[in-house]
């Protein structure tokens, strides 16, 4: 039984009110505490190669109203990540602090009425494009201008299928054959499942083609969100956030890209309502150890290839998305309205 392996170590987080972290916070965000703690629980030996149990969980920005989608550019050294309801691109730049790398991420006015939710995942194309799910226009979309010179133009990669509208597409990662697995929940709709300007009837994962071809792999999810992708691009991943059913799900990726042997990864269903385990299975980033950083109940998890959970980052808030630098040695989460970093080994 793991458990027996399982202690707890807090970390006082880096606050605006210390010299550390004058730099490292934007001005324009909303004072901390003065001391917020975290915690590292390691439940399983194998977690130690990856975090230490007493790990400083730092604050890199807060003050935002949903935070979602990191995304390390290695070019430049700093990280992107989405506050879906400003409608904005939040750039960190370490030893620097936080500051607007582009508005209207999300919401151009694209259709009459469109609600306006930004930006959620960010990804980079193969060509080195910002790839945005994007909310509020309720479409996968590239941006048509250089990192260097952010701009709201934008090119649409994937915004119907069969004629219809997506609901609004979430996350998503790059198979390295150029083709796009992503998730379409309806949470960018201001009524969810009930919105009149919802379209279609399933909330979708979805292949989408180097050639540009869509294809829906699985309608049956409630609410698909998180998605990533084993080291060996043999498995995918999908986290549910249905609180009557957080889960996450694994399935093969047949030769043609198409899903199979769905199944569940781990059920998380015995937490909800548990007090300190706050949120549903979200986002999700995979370590070159095959390892998964998994954002759910209570902070981010850590799981193993075979679904055996490792260890937990206590953030005491919701948790939305994480991210890994390119060197692996930093963790970025999303945490409601803040940005983290959790240093690694």
Known sequence: MIGKFAFLVFAMAVTAGSNAAAAEVSPAAAPAPAAQAFAVE????????????????????????WTEGPLWIDDGGYLLFSDIPNNTIVKYQPGQGTSVYLRNSGATGLYPG????GSNGLLLNERGQLVLLQQGDRRVAAMAAPLSAPAANFITLAGDYQGKRLNSPNDGVFHSDGSLYFTDPPYGLDKGLDDQRKELPMQGVYRLSAQGDLVLLDASVTFPNGIALSVDEKTLYVAVSDPQQPVWLAYD??????LANKRIFYDASDLIGVAGEQGV?????VHSSGNIFATGPGGVWLFNPQGEV???????KLSANCGLSADEKRLFIAAHDTLLEVPLH
């Open 310 to 316: 490792l260890a937990k980052i206590r953030t005491g």
């Open 281 to 285: 299975p979200d986002g999700m980033a």
């Open 253 to 258: 990726i047949v030769a043609d890209g198409s």
């Open 114 to 117: 469109d609600y306006g939710q």
């Open 42 to 65: 390691i439940l399983n030996p194998a977690a130690l190669a990856l975090i230490e149990p007493g790990a400083r969980i730092s604050v890199r920005g807060e003050g935002y109203k």
